[in-house]
């Protein structure tokens, strides 16, 4: 039997799939994460409070060591430290998943204090995340001209300042993609949306 020599491009075409454009991924729901977002860490609140808030609106809450908590209580008690001249911290914290808009996202709220002062928080993970037009539709729902603004292939960070009675409020967007050299530094990839709280310590 005589056999036939295929070439490579008929051997490439004769693959399961091949040949087929893939469809492009669909753009990120930033507006419903975003308003999420608003609902949860929208205003100063205790801690017991946006528990409460995070339950009805669907989060469910889970004690699992997740990375987004290592990397809360991190960031958050150095703010406080850098602010106190060095006091140790004492901090607090819940964590919780839901599904938004076909996101798996993980919320971490968190209050911490030194001494008189203290700083609470509420931050939003979508882990892994690494689409490009993320971090310019959140820029464009959150708006406002941001204090700090830096967006690179491997890292962004865009971040918002007010003052709101004695409390300093900052919002901070941080977009890290998969495979990222930031990862390792900075502890987890994807998206991640903080909005803290300093002044005086929670009662």
Not at 70 to 85: E, I, M
Not at 108 to 114: D, G, I, M, T
Not at 167 to 176: D, E, K, N
Not at 179 to 202: H, I, N, P, T
């Given at each position: 039997?005589?056999?036939?020599?295929?070439?490579?491009?008929?051997?490439?075409?004769?693959?399961?799939?091949?040949?087929?454009a893939q469809a492009p991924a669909a753009p990120y729901p930033t507006k419903e994460v975003a308003a999420e977002f608003e609902a949860l860490c929208?205003?100063?609140?205790?801690?017991?409070?946006?528990?409460?808030?995070?339950?009805?609106?669907?989060?469910?809450?889970?004690?699992?060591?997740?990375?987004?908590?290592?990397?809360?209580?991190?960031?958050?008690?150095?703010?406080?430290?850098?602010?106190?001249?060095?006091?140790?911290?004492?901090?607090?914290?819940?964590?919780?998943?839901?599904?938004?808009?076909?996101?798996?996202?993980?919320?971490?709220?968190?209050?911490?204090?030194?001494?008189?002062?203290?700083?609470?928080?509420?931050?939003?993970?979508?882990?892994?995340?690494?689409?490009?037009?993320?971090?310019?539709?959140?820029?464009?729902?959150?708006?406002?001209?941001?204090?700090?603004?830096?967006?690179?292939?491997?890292?962004?960070?865009?971040?918002?300042?007010?003052?709101?009675?004695?409390?300093?409020?900052?919002?901070?967007?941080?977009?890290?993609?998969?495979?990222?050299?930031?990862?390792?530094?900075?502890?987890?990839?994807?998206?991640?949306?903080?909005?803290?709280?300093?002044?005086?310590?929670?009662?």
């Amino acid at each position: 039997m005589r056999r036939l020599a295929l070439s490579p491009i008929l051997l490439a075409l004769s693959w399961p799939g091949a040949g087929q454009a893939q469809a492009p991924a669909a753009p990120y729901p930033t507006k419903e994460v975003a308003a999420e977002f608003e609902a949860l860490c929208g205003k100063k609140m205790k801690l017991a409070e946006r528990r409460a808030l995070a339950a009805r609106r669907g989060w469910v809450e889970s004690r699992e060591a997740a990375p987004a908590r290592t990397v809360v209580a991190r960031d958050y008690q150095d703010k406080l430290a850098k602010h106190t001249g060095g006091l140790k911290a004492a901090g607090e914290d819940s964590f919780f998943r839901r599904t938004v808009a076909g996101e798996a996202l993980e919320l971490v709220v968190f209050r911490s204090r030194a001494g008189s002062d203290g700083i609470s928080g509420c931050d939003i993970f979508d882990p892994g995340e690494g689409r490009e037009d993320l971090v310019q539709g959140f820029e464009t729902v959150i708006g406002g001209r941001p204090i700090v603004r830096g967006v690179n292939p491997g890292l962004s960070i865009i971040l918002w300042g007010t003052q709101e009675g004695d409390s300093a409020i900052l919002t901070q967007l941080v977009m890290i993609p998969p495979g990222s050299e930031a990862v390792a530094r900075l502890g987890f990839s994807g998206l991640r949306l903080q909005r803290d709280y300093a002044g005086k310590a929670e009662k």
